[in-house]
């Protein structure tokens, strides 16, 4: 079991104050820390191995029906759902799993459908948006272009990951008779059950890549907080295309192995304040933008705070607060630059109407940071108490 946090130095109450709203920051950080402790976490447990085991199992039946997915396949778990923003995805529907209610753990599965390495794939990002990319079969097998035909629309050989998506719902629910399985534009998202513990799988069908994408090359060139503390190989040693919300035969680039890698660079009081900032907006984000944008914004600032500042716990509740000041500004300007391909403005999809809707929402949340993060504490402990009366519900159910 993980250790507290360490207590943080005791604020000054007539000096430690938020200027814009006169809030304590001794309270904020005290918030920070129980709205991150009352989350829904990944914990260890036999339960959690026998859950993914049984997903793992679905996969295989999956390949077994009509051999599309690689024989040899190697996933890519990630600690929480794609609605904490582990991957850049739009689930365009507003059908959330809620915790406590729907699912105790959440966790989001890459699943490679195509493993492109050794194979001389040139991505044509010529006729897509910014960061997106179409990406053509011809360079594969034959055998390779006719199994996945079908997802190819027209006479061409570019992969439609719309297509793709719909295809892996579809076969991902059949072989899943029984669970909850629910489609999410191109996310499928699976409840499993293990004893009393529901866990969420988001599945997400991508194609696997090894090395760097050259777009993305100019990156690597430059300075970064992470330097000296991990290898390039372990940064840039691979990506993935994920299916854009655009639909058609646009994907996305991701870079999913690589902010794994980051993700344990990052100090604690930043990670808990970028959590809360997610607990306190994840009801007021609109279609477009998600908490993945929030995860840019931390790797950003890592570039240009130090770590020493960023790995202080009682400086949690400034960080939160500068999020939240960060995001502003970029809705006012309407511009994003995405962490590996500044190019890339990924605010561009984002409708004027909802950006000003989300930066009113915000305003309304800076005006009062205390009051909001003791609503997303209390949301916290009632998805507790829901999960904790639906298995006590359930073990009645069952009997002696």
Known sequence: MAAPPPKPAPAKPLTDLDFHSGARIEELTQL??????????????????????????????????????????????LSGGV????????????QHFAPGGDYDVDFTLLVPILHAAGVPVTLDMEQTLPGHARFSLRPFEATTLQRWSDCCPGDEAYLSAELVSAWFARSFSAAAKGARVKSRGCVTSAVVSVGHCRVLYDLVPVVAFRGWPEVARPWLT????????????????????????????????AFATSELSLRKLLPQPLLRASWAAT??????????FGPYHLFTLVLRACERLPTSYLGREENAAHVWLGLLDDLLACLVHRHLPHYFLPQWNVLEGLSPRDAEHLARELVRVRADPSKHLRQAVEEAKEAKRLAKALRNQSSSAEGP
Do not use: M
């Not at 904490?84 to 689930?91: M, P, R, W």
């Open 32 to 77: 920070i820390q129980e709205c991150h402790a009352r989350g829904p976490g990944a914990r260890e447990g036999p339960h959690l191995h026998r859950a993914k085991d049984a997903v793992f199992s679905l996969l295989g039946v999956v390949q077994s029906a009509d051999g599309r997915l690689p024989a040899v396949n190697r996933y890519l778990l």
């Open 279 to 288: 607990a306190v907006l994840g009801r007021l984000l609109p279609e477009g």
């Open 222 to 253: 430059q300075a970064h907080f992470w330097d000296g503390k991990l290898r390039d190989e372990d940064v840039a040693g691979a990506f993935y295309l994920l299916p854009a919300a655009s639909g058609g035969c646009s994907w996305r680039l």
């Open 83 to 94: 609605q904490q923003g582990t991957v850049d995805v739009d689930l365009g529907v507003p």
